[in-house]
């Protein structure tokens, strides 16, 4: 096993790209701004530098047209990494994405495998408002066909970007932005997590808190809070959406027999409700109550920084819904 | 269509071409045929409730798919639309797969559950037909991206109808693959109508060859009934796209005999044009010119004809005796 050392998760996700880039000639990266300027968010640092313009490939602002040319390039022997710059814009890729990419492997009954990967920066927390700050990967996990990560931690941002790379299948992963400073554990050298594979990030014995990407850091606080008011919570990040380890989750309910499900998209049809209602059908005869939702606002998220902090649930927040879950009779 | 419509599409006509060696000259009549042949049969095979789901046949249209392909490679690659039977078929397609799939037989490219809209044959490298108008454009980009990061001079050819050129896409795709100098031809089969819509009524600036000239790609009007004619345009396309000049974009102004879909009632075209347009017939030209200069007589034109009905029935035949895909079949190869 590599030996970790402490890196931030921006730069673990590049350590991937770096390192799947090296190994592998067929892997390319394309987006806007990702050549010499190395990303709007320096998330593609000296990947132009060290692999030229015809593996770090500019694009012009045709997120349409730009991500159909990356499905088919995934068609026909290479590898692109896709960048849309905000989760929001996926919007203007859904053709590609939801009708051609996820598509391929099936209609060619497996004669042609699409391996990309789609990677777009999500969230809350810069006062980018309604058409720059949503999480929409509710939308790509909808359709079958197509893989969808959010890694929480800098380890798995590493490990989760080698493994969507590797896999032969249209991979959407969505990270956090403001994630991108947080330092962690990073083993060196390869590195990679199984997609479909959930990981308990806290153990409890009262309440499962199910939680993705930045959720997830804000369940760990609020286990905190709810452990000084002797609630014992257990957080479980599923760190992968489709593939969803059921069985880890399932396993946590069975345990605790209640559970909260948080997560940074709209609570609406979102993925709360799919998680949801998986543990109602899966866990039911160990669930001591309805299991809790809390999703984004089903609001356009304002630029406003006295009420974007209100459409996604901070720690005291979660702990006031899970305390009142858990005692509720 | 408009009269001055009319006049515009004539004037894509230009001299004859030579005809290639008789061999090749026959293979080039004997594969219009062989997608005339198959799409006859197809559709009495729909009439008769055979085919599920929609059928859109390119009848009229054969010169085009046949000649871009005989100029095409084993390594090139093409991406079709939803009128694409001939250019699966012109690239390489096993006329019994191809048959079986849009009939939903287990032994078709698809296992049968994928039909006529989404055709894919990676052995000859055919990146589908497609349900999306427009749909193939950019993946035949990407594909030449591809290949020319491979540098071994292979292209790929996506065709598409004019109702495409009113897809945001298209443009998005020229620009990118004009700026990369990708090695991707952009055919237009520009046979009049977009599903039930004439071009003109809904297209503004009636010369659709200055869609590929705003951005500075070799572009040129070629006429769609004629195959020779069309595989000239596509050999100077190929041999650009081969020596790193980048893409080229050809308008091939066809004709489409039938409807948008079988069952589609044409109630918009009227029966003069239909009858002056099946006097160009890309066969019956190609099998006079072969009569005129003595390259076959009629009876090897019939004899030809024979072979590939006999060639389609046997695929019906063949495919008729193949299994439906099961419930086994419904979740396979949905992930790699």
């Known amino acids: 096993m590599p030996e970790p050392r402490v890196i931030n998760y921006r730069a673990a996700i590049l350590e991937a790209l770096f390192a799947e880039m090296r190994r592998d ?117 909808h359709i079958p066909g197509l893989k969808v990560v959010m890694p929480s931690t800098a380890a798995d941002a590493k490990g989760l970007m080698a493994a969507a790379i590797r896999d032969d299948n249209p991979v959407v992963y969505f990270e956090d932005r403001t994630l991108y400073t947080l330092r962690g554990d990073v083993p060196e050298g390869d590195y990679h997590v199984p997609i479909g594979v959930a990981e308990v990030r806290r153990e409890g014995e009262d309440v499962s808190i199910v939680a993705t990407s930045r959720m997830v850091h804000v369940a760990l606080a609020a286990a905190d809070l709810l452990a000084a008011d002797g609630i014992s919570a257990e957080v479980v990040d599923p760190r992968s959406l489709v593939p969803l380890d059921v069985a880890t989750l399932v396993a946590s309910v069975r345990k605790t027999s209640r559970a909260v499900v948080v997560d940074g998209g709209y609570r609406q049809y979102g993925v709360t409700g799919e998680i949801a209602a998986t543990l109602a059908e899966e866990a039911f005869d160990w669930l001591d109550a309805p299991v809790t939702r809390i999703g984004a606002e089903n609001v356009p998220i304002p630029f406003s920084r006295s009420l974007e902090p209100l459409v996604v649930p901070d720690a005291p927040r979660l702990a006031k819904a899970v305390a009142e879950l858990v005692r509720r009779r | ?104 037989r287990r032994s078709g490219y698809g296992l049968g559950r994928s039909g006529t809209l989404h055709l894919f044959d990676s052995v000859n490298g055919n990146l589908g037909t497609n349900g999306i108008v427009g749909g193939g454009i950019p993946l035949a980009a990407g594909a030449a991206l591809s290949a020319k990061r491979r540098g071994r001079g292979e292209v790929a050819a996506c ?65 769609g009934m004629d195959v020779l004619a069309v595989r000239e345009a ?64 009629a009876e090897r034109i019939a004899a030809l004809e024979a072979e590939v009905q006999a060639e389609v029935l046997a695929a019906v035949e063949a495919a008729n005796a193949e299994a439906l895909p099961t419930a086994d079949d419904l979740g396979r190869f949905l992930y790699a």
């Open chain 2, 1 to 104: 269509m408009s009269d001055s419509a009319k006049q515009k599409r004539k004037k894509a006509a230009a001299a004859a071409p030579p005809l290639p060696a008789a061999e090749q000259s026959l293979a080039l009549l004997r594969q219009m045929q062989l997608i005339r042949a198959f799409e006859e049969k197809l559709r009495s095979l729909f009439s008769a409730g055979l085919v599920p789901g929609l059928l859109h046949l390119c009848a009229g249209q054969e010169a085009v798919a046949v000649g871009v392909c005989s100029e095409l490679g084993a390594a090139d690659v093409i991406a079709s639309n939803h009128r694409g039977h001939g250019h699966c078929l012109a690239k390489g397609a096993s006329v019994n797969r191809t048959m079986a799939e849009v009939l939903g």
């Open chain 1, 25 to 141: 000639p067929s892997v390319i990266v394309m987006g806007e701004d990702v050549g010499a300027a190395g990303g709007v968010f320096k998330q593609a640092a000296g990947l132009f530098e060290e692999f030229g313009a015809d593996r770090v490939i500019d694009t012009p602002i045709s997120e349409s047209g730009a991500f159909g040319i990356a499905v088919g390039a995934a068609m026909s022997g290479s590898r692109p990494v896709f960048e849309v710059m905000f989760g929001d814009f996926i919007t203007l890729v859904m053709d590609q994405l939801a009708n051609q990419a996820a598509k391929v492997q099936y209609m060619s009954a497996g004669q042609i495998s699409v391996p990309l990967v789609l990677r777009t920066a999500v969230g809350i927390g810069a006062n980018l408002g309604p058409q720059h700050s949503q999480s929409l990967h509710a939308w790509t996990a």
């Open chain 2, 159 to 223: 065709f598409f109808g004019d109702g495409a050129l009113n897809q945001g896409l298209m443009f998005e795709v020229l620009n990118m693959a004009a700026i990369w100098k990708l090695p991707a031809i952009f055919i237009c089969e520009n046979n009049g109508y977009g599903e039930f819509t004439a071009i003109e009524d809904v297209t503004a600036g009636l010369n659709p060859v200055a869609r590929g000239t705003v951005f500075d790609i070799p572009s040129e009007a070629v006429d």
């Open chain 2, 234 to 297: 596509a050999a100077r396309a190929v041999a650009r796209g081969r020596a790193g000049e980048g893409p080229s974009f050809l308008v091939c102004t066809t004709y489409r005999y039938g409807g948008h879909h079988v069952g589609d009632s044409q109630s918009y075209k009227d029966a003069e044009e239909v009858r002056e347009w099946k006097e160009k017939d890309p066969i019956l030209k190609l099998s006079r010119r072969l009569e005129a200069e003595g390259v076959a007589s």
